[in-house]
């Protein structure tokens, strides 16, 4: 299948109960294991003779009782080892006369062992198993196939006797091997086919090519299911009869129900969600998606008679909070820093505004299904809640905690996007219980907002971006909120690494694993204030020994937090090839690298935070840092002119 497609279902799981068996099979009942039967059975020509009761042949009919008992009796009172098989008497045809019950056990034995390799040859289509008698749990019952032939078949019901013993008495008894079944075994061994048998019901699907926007019905295909239970009764069958046997296994076929013009009509309906790009606007700002993103929008629900298509409100839910990122205008609180230990307004509140989600996602989830494909996102306004006099009243002298960074040895531009993202949200009011959103605080990272260019990780290498540095920031504000033991609501790791991030990672020594990445409109770093009071971020940026400390300043609730690790859980060696980029930025000939080779490991590190003396549940705060190649540039530009 062509790699542009994609599928929204898989295969049904065949179901294994419900089935009414064709007319036409042998007895319903299963078998009760474990069962025995009889191979052969008894063939003698004698009958017994039946002659109406009078007066006057009362005597003779009691005289036959009286021979008739004696015979049945006779069997039971003579030594079973010194029994030897009388005249007229066979198995399946061969004549044992003499043979004692020593001799016998030997030749059963040695006359059905070919037998027992091969008692059956099960075929289905094109496909044959020859099974021996112990994988189908069958085995051969020597004692009670000697017994028979002896004239001590105990444990048979009357009339099989009476008829043995007719039959012994005219010479004429024919006696077949006696079997036992393990029906379960016989089950299990059944099943273990089944999975080369059965075939699961294919569902009604459609095939979504993201390129084009044209979709494909594929109709419903029909299962088939191996019928164990009427098999095994095929089985017992052919092993009565001693003969090698071919069984056909039984089965049946899984209907499902399709309705092929209902699923056209939803192959017509995914085209036309495909049909043309949507266009998203919010003030001077435009989005496209393009039929590829929208495919990851739709949701396909099956049903009895085919598939509904219809836009997935999951999928887009989370494609608005992306675009919250680009939208929300953050805090419209005032910037608060504290002079003299006083709360003073540095910069005053404003009217901000937040997309509104949820209109967001109805009116996206319209638009599909509409021929104006362009939509206005829709935004409410946001109006500070306090003024100075509430901010006065405030109370921000405890330092709840301070997450700190070091960037020694940072190149310009990084010094420039951490310092400029420090500023973004220095004074920063977060009302109890509110969700603080990096992203949004920040605002876009581009040069309007005075970051400036530098290399950062984005994809699998590092390369030139918008605010290479800002990750910093968000780190320190991760280790505020983490040490000021607040909920964490996203956090990403760096993929790889980066070992500046360990420097006062830790209280007591440095380490991996307390890092948090940023990408705007992807991954965001988002805590919530569940201190019970409003919470000021203070960012202080220490040029001259290159420490970013982040204070998150509050009223104390005796919240403590302790940590168990970093404890890495395992390590990958680099890639010993190096990988190599191409770039028309650079001359040709020209090679520069711009990522070393990097271990990969797993570190795991667990939070404990004790409020009012008890303990909550510890949290796990695992990474996962990915093995790293050198990366190497290489120049395909215009050479240089000497």
């Known amino acids: 299948m062509p790699e542009q497609y994609i599928s929204k279902y898989s295969p049904m799981e065949r179901r294994r109960s419900g089935y009414t068996p064709p007319e036409n099979l042998l007895p319903k009942a299963a078998p009760k294991p474990p069962s025995r039967i009889v191979g052969g059975g008894l063939t003698g020509r004698g009958q017994l003779l039946t002659m109406p009761i009078t007066v006057g042949n009362l005597s003779a009919l009691w005289i036959g009782i009286a021979v008739l008992v004696l015979v049945l009796l006779t069997p039971y009172v003579l030594p079973s080892n010194d029994v030897s098989v009388g005249a007229g008497v066979s198995l399946q045809g061969e004549g044992l006369q003499g043979m004692t019950r020593a001799m016998l056990d030997e030749h059963v034995a040695k006359r059905y062992e070919r037998f027992l390799m091969q008692p059956v040859t099960l075929v289905y289509q094109d496909r044959i198993w020859q099974p021996t008698a112990s994988e189908l749990g069958v085995s051969l019952d020597i004692r009670q196939t000697n017994n028979a032939l002896l004239g001590l078949s105990t444990g048979t019901d009357l009339s099989t006797q009476l008829r043995a013993t007719w039959a012994r008495w005219m010479r004429v008894l024919d006696v ?121 929008m739709i949701i396909t629900t099956k049903s009895a008679d085919g598939i509904t298509v219809s836009p997935d409100a999951a999928a887009i839910t989370l494609e608005v909070e992306r675009l919250a990122q680009h939208i929300d205008s953050g805090s419209a609180e005032p910037r608060v820093a504290l002079v003299d230990g006083v709360p003073t307004i540095i910069q005053a509140g404003k009217t901000g505004f937040l997309l509104d989600r949820i209109a967001a996602v109805q009116a996206i989830g319209n638009a599909f299904y509409a021929e104006n494909r362009t939509i206005a996102l829709p935004t409410i306004p946001v109006e500070p809640k306090l003024n100075a006099a509430q901010i006065a009243d405030l109370s921000f002298a405890d330092i709840l905690s301070t997450g700190r960074s070091s960037f020694k040895g940072s190149a310009a531009y990084r010094i420039t996007n951490i310092t400029t993202g420090a500023e973004h949200i220095n004074g920063v009011l977060i009302a109890p219980d509110a969700v603080f959103s990096f992203n949004t605080e920040v605002g876009e990272i581009d040069e309007a907002n005075g970051f400036v260019q530098g290399y950062a990780v984005v994809g699998n290498r590092t390369q030139l971006e918008w605010g290479g540095g800002v990750c910093q920031v968000s780190t320190s504000m991760f280790r505020a909120a983490f040490y000021a033991g607040l909920p964490i609501v996203e956090r990403h790791a760096h993929p790889y690494y980066i070992r500046w991030y360990d420097e006062y990672a830790f209280p007591d ?93 797993n570190v795991v590190v667990f939070r404990i935070v004790n409020r009012g003396g008890k303990d909550a549940a510890g949290e796990e705060f695992s990474t996962d840092f990915r093995p790293w190649p050198d990366v190497f540039l290489r120049g395909t530009g215009p050479k240089a002119t000497p």
Not at 515 to 530: K, W
Not at 546 to 567: C, E, S
């Open 176 to 296: 077949g091997p006696q079997f036992v079944i393990n029906g379960p075994k016989m089950q299990r061994y059944l099943m273990t086919l089944s999975a080369e048998i059965d075939q699961p019901i294919v569902t009604a699907d459609l095939l979504i090519d993201n390129q084009t926007g044209q979709a494909e019905a594929l109709p419903a295909q029909t299962g088939r299911q191996l019928l164990i239970d009427d098999s095994m009764i095929d089985i017992y069958q052919a092993i009565a009869s001693t003969t090698v046997t071919t069984v056909t296994l039984r089965t049946r076929t899984l209907d499902t129900i399709s309705d092929t013009a209902k699923l056209t009509v939803s192959a017509d309906t995914a085209e036309r969600f495909l049909s043309a790009p949507l266009v998203l606007t919010s003030g001077d700002k435009t989005w496209t998606w393009d039929r590829d993103r929208l495919s990851t």
């Open 509 to 601: 020594a440095a380490g991996p694993g307390l890092d948090a990445a940023i990408f705007t409109g992807e991954l965001d770093f988002r805590f919530r204030n569940n201190s019970g009071n409003w919470l000021l971020i203070e960012t202080i940026v220490d040029a001259k020994n290159q420490i970013l400390d982040i204070n998150l300043r509050g009223v104390a609730n005796g919240t403590t937090v302790r940590l168990v690790g970093p404890k890495i859980t395992g390590t990958t060696p680099a890639p010993k090839e190096p990988v190599y980029v191409d770039d028309p930025s650079l001359p040709t000939g020209e090679v520069k690298q711009t990522d070393k080779a990097k271990d990969g490991m």
